[in-house]
């Protein structure tokens, strides 16, 4: 296992801490809202096409993806790197209990070795590739690519970071957040992107925010908040703060996928400011 995946698994994924906080899920953990996954159960079915039955891979725990999945009678392999989170994102399943249900501990950059090339129809993600660093994207895309059988499917979220040319305040983050304009997810995004904390949180060289060193400056926030909110912001916070996300501009995203994959969709959420930073793509494989 490689140093920086060992050093995540002791610094975050494998903290129980950590695995009870994203384990709850809904709007204080990072797990996709109702509307966003109206999407992905879109790009599902245009993915399924008119084939009977899929082979699924998921990357991550993803409660929510693998009961999709299996809703639609997929057999469905999850591989999560944190056995602790796995066992508790499994648990708070609808359909943990079918036999298509399976999961595996692994590294998703070792898939190659342990799963079957040329073998699964759709891969699902949620912000997964924003846990890679930047220089194992390309091996990442690679490995998806060749697991994937011909003309197959990826579906992810994931968060691309276009600096913001002009700063905005707290204040306009928190009345978009008040008035529906955004998640809580999104806020707390909002604040790292587009305000003056983005450089202190955003390493240019890796291209990495390190949530870290900017949360205690978020907690100031959440007199802002109402009860409810507050309570789910502090959940939230409590598993940024071990977080990192690797992310690049839109531009470079799609550059760098674009060598492996046809970007056939992207779903964005209208209503809501930072979806547009974090849109759902549907990806076919590039022969
Ligand atoms: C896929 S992201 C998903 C976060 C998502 N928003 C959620 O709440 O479901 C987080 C998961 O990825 C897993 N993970 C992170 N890096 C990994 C890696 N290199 N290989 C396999 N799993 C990894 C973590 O253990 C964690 O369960």
Redesign the pocket.
């Known amino acids: 296992m490689e140093k920086y995946?060992r050093e995540?698994?002791k610094g975050?994924?494998?903290d129980m801490k950590i695995v009870e906080a994203?384990s709850k899920?809904g709007p204080g953990?990072?797990?996709?809202i109702e509307e966003e996954l109206e999407i992905y159960e879109e790009f599902f079915k245009i993915a399924i096409g008119n084939k009977k039955k899929t082979r699924n891979l998921v990357?991550?725990?993803?409660?929510?993806?693998r009961d999709l999945a299996l809703k639609y009678g997929s057999e469905t392999i999850a591989?999560?790197?944190?056995p602790k989170?796995?066992l508790a994102?499994t648990n708070v399943m609808e359909h943990k209990n079918e036999d298509n249900n399976k999961f595996m501990i692994?590294?998703?950059?070792d898939m190659g070795k342990f799963l079957q090339r040329n073998s699964f129809d759709i891969i699902l993600?949620?912000?997964?590739i924003?846990?890679?660093p930047f220089e194992k994207w390309e091996s990442l895309f690679n490995t998806l690519k060749k697991l994937l059988k011909k003309k197959g499917y990826f579906i992810i979220?994931h968060i691309n970071y276009n600096q913001s040319k002009k700063f905005k305040d707290y204040k306009k983050i928190i009345d978009d957040f008040n008035s529906g304009k955004n998640t809580l997810l999104g806020l707390v995004f909002e604040c790292g992107f587009c305000t003056g904390l983005s450089q202190k949180a955003y390493n240019t060289n890796k291209k990495e925010f390190v949530w870290k060193s900017v949360i205690d400056e978020l907690n100031i926030l959440k007199d802002m908040l109402d009860k409810k909110d507050a309570v789910n912001f502090d959940n939230l916070t409590a598993h940024a703060k071990y977080h990192t996300s690797i992310a690049t501009s839109e531009k470079e995203f799609h550059k760098l996928i674009r060598k492996y994959f046809w970007i056939k969709k992207i779903g964005i959420i209208n209503r809501l400011v930072f979806s547009h930073y974090m849109p759902i793509y549907l990806l076919r494989t590039r022969c």
């Open positions: 995946t995540g698994l975050g994924w494998g994203r899920r953990t990072s797990a996709p990357l991550g725990g993803t409660p929510e993806l591989v999560d790197i944190s989170l796995l994102l692994g590294d998703w950059l993600a949620d912000l997964s924003n846990n890679i979220r």
